[in-house]
């Protein structure tokens, strides 16, 4: 995977922002929580491109759609 690192860095990413999303909540920090909801939005997105752009191998190809 030519992205293994950027994509692990960005599941670091979203693991954290869920801790503080747990914090957040707690603390009843109601624009910290949707700040940081949008941040993850953005990480996944982020995510989602670099799984798009590594090639597919063939055993991939002949997947269902999930």
């Known amino acids: 995977m030519k992205n293994r690192e950027a994509a692990l860095k960005k599941i670091d ?3 954290s922002s ?3 999303l747990i914090s957040y909540l707690k603390r009843g920090e109601e624009q910290s929580f949707n700040n940081t909801l949008e ?3 953005d990480q ?3 995510l989602r491109t ?3 752009t590594e090639p597919i191998a063939g055993f ?3 997947t269902s759609a999930r």
């Open 18 to 20: 869920l801790k503080k």
């Open 39 to 41: 941040d993850m939005n």
């Open 44 to 46: 996944i997105d982020q």
């Open 60 to 62: 991939e190809m002949n």
């Open 13 to 15: 990413q979203i693991d």
């Open 50 to 52: 670099y799984i798009e």
